[in-house]
């Protein structure tokens, strides 16, 4: 059905322009009842889809500012790979106190969600230990010697707890305003170590120095083995030291 779908939230819905949305996704703006919103169109399965959409809904009714899930006329969330959610304002992070006040947004972030399910289909960096793939994550695909290498990083955080984190919480994904942060794009969300979501510009988790080189290490793995073979993946597994 493709683009098609968007007649579920009303004769009038219609694609607006095109926006930045990663390789995954088709991202357009549109307008739903008169009303500027986001519409992703990807591959994602129901019970995918489903997993993010109740989390932005939990998210959103504990005081996080997230773009909550608009639904279709007849209540749906989302139609064959379509999810259509609230357009929200603002500029990115760039000084060290507005990289805190992202600090504090994931760590209320990762206290919401503890014990919550894994997103169906996705691995965490140490189930990655033990299995070689888990949604967009192939480690066959990676040299022998680099996948090495990364589940070295990733076995240092083995035991800890895990919750949701964001997966992608650079610039392009945070809106700040006045009076709130908000976090976007949670395609990459999951359950995993909070350490992944903590490797932030000026240190803003305040993390000390062995706290630091465990999330610098085991974001450097996972963003190189999430897209490996582009030149950022490669750039982030040089990154990961050798064992």
């Known amino acids: ?17 095109p926006l930045t949305g990663g390789v995954a996704n088709d991202v357009w703006s549109v307008q739903i ?26 998210l959103d009714r504990n005081g996080m500012t997230v773009p909550l899930p ?7 969330m989302f139609v064959d790979g379509l999810l259509v959610m609230q357009y ?11 990289w805190r006040r992202v600090a ?13 399910p894994q997103r169906p289909g996705w691995k965490s960096s140490t189930d990655l230990l033990q299995v070689d793939r888990g949604t967009r994550i192939d480690l066959t695909a990676m040299p022998p010697e680099g996948v090495a290498r990364c589940r070295a990083a990733w076995a240092r955080l083995a035991g800890r707890q ?11 994904n945070i809106l700040l305003s006045a009076g709130r942060v908000a976090l976007i794009d949670w395609d990459e969300s999951h359950v995993d170590v909070p350490d992944l979501d903590l490797e932030l510009p000026h240190n803003a988790a305040d993390l000390d120095a062995h706290a630091w080189d465990i999330a610098e290490q085991a ?4 963003e190189a083995a999430v897209c490996w073979r582009d030149e950022y993946a490669v750039k ?8």
Do not use: F
């Open 1 to 17: 059905m493709g683009w098609n779908a968007l007649e579920y939230w009303g004769k009038d819905a219609r694609r607006l322009q």
């Open 33 to 58: 009842g008169g009303q500027l919103a986001v519409a992703r169109l990807g591959t994602r399965s129901n019970a995918d889809l489903g997993w993010e959409t109740e989390l932005l809904q939990h």
């Open 70 to 76: 608009i639904p279709t006329m007849d209540g749906r």
């Open 88 to 98: 929200l304002e603002g500029g990115p992070p760039e000084t060290a106190d507005d």
């Open 104 to 116: 504090d947004t994931l760590r209320q972030l990762h206290r919401l969600t503890q014990g919550w």
């Open 162 to 172: 895990t919750c949701v984190v964001h997966g992608d919480a650079n610039p392009r």
């Open 219 to 222: 974001s450097a793995a996972w």
């Open 236 to 243: 982030r597994l040089a990154q990961v030291r050798a064992v």
